[in-house]
């Protein structure tokens, strides 16, 4: 079965710094991996997802993620924060087992500050 | 535009009242999804969907029932509602349902059970 730890409930930034959101997960099989973002009063939006081939993926909005098998790893990160970044942010993982079977991470919310 | 809707967008009602929360999806998705948000937990799967009359439980379907009589529509019914099904319920589809394919989410329904 899988799972998905994010670490860090909260992360405070600054705008225009990095943003880096982690995210590590277990699976018995190879991983599907997505990152969603929710806007406050909003559904969940696909930020990002890796399924196979290249293990750098980039998103939607300037965001990018790397897919590191030997650190069961899916860091999120983007360059230089915008205010409109702030959101909560989840990544999920699913296996090609699983017919549309997502588990998702418990979430991290993100503060952008001026 | 290609969307998931659902109804009501906010609900506080009382134990024990039958209520049911639409979902339809104007996308001819195959795939529907019901799932639970609370905070620090991430999003849960309460019940998935694989095509019409084909429904299956997820990860958390005590105390919840639903029914795909058409492909659009995906309600979610709670016939004896309590106060821990408080919480922020999302519905989501995608085209098939395989592991690779992204969810796409309502806007999610609050629902306060007193």
């Known amino acids: 079965a899988q799972s998905v730890t994010q670490l860090g409930s909260h992360v405070s930034v600054s705008e225009g710094a990095l943003v880096l959101l982690r995210c590590n997960y277990s699976?018995?099989?190879?991983?599907?991996l997505f990152w969603y973002v929710q806007y406050p009063n909003q559904g969940l939006q696909l930020l990002l997802k890796?399924?196979?081939?290249?293990?750098l993926v980039k998103g939607i909005n300037g965001f990018e993620a790397e897919f590191k098998k030997s650190e069961t790893s899916f860091h999120l990160t983007k360059p230089s924060a915008h205010m409109s970044d702030a959101a909560e942010y989840f990544c999920?993982?699913?296996?090609?087992?699983?017919?549309?079977?997502?588990?998702f991470g418990a979430g991290t919310q993100v503060v952008v500050t001026p | 535009e290609a969307q998931v809707t659902q109804n009501p967008r906010y609900l506080i009602t009382v134990t024990g009242k039958k209520l049911t929360v639409t979902c339809s999806q104007n996308?001819?998705?195959?795939?529907m999804s019901w799932y639970r948000q609370d905070p620090g937990l991430g999003l849960r799967q309460i019940y998935y969907?694989?095509?019409?009359?084909?429904?299956d439980k997820g990860d958390v379907p005590e105390g919840y029932k639903v029914s795909r009589k058409e492909k659009r529509n995906f309600p979610l019914i709670l016939e004896s509602p309590s106060p821990n099904q408080t919480s922020l319920y999302f519905c989501?589809?995608?085209?098939?349902?395989?592991?690779?394919?992204?969810?796409?989410f309502g806007d999610g329904t609050r629902l306060s059970i007193l």
């Open positions: 989501a589809s995608s085209l098939s349902g395989t592991a690779t394919q992204a969810q796409h």
């Open positions: 699976s018995s099989v190879p991983p599907y």
């Open positions: 890796y399924t196979t081939g290249a293990t």
């Open positions: 999920a993982v699913s296996e090609s087992d699983s017919w549309g079977k997502l588990q």
């Open positions: 996308m001819n998705h195959e795939y």
């Open positions: 969907s694989m095509n019409v009359e084909v429904t």
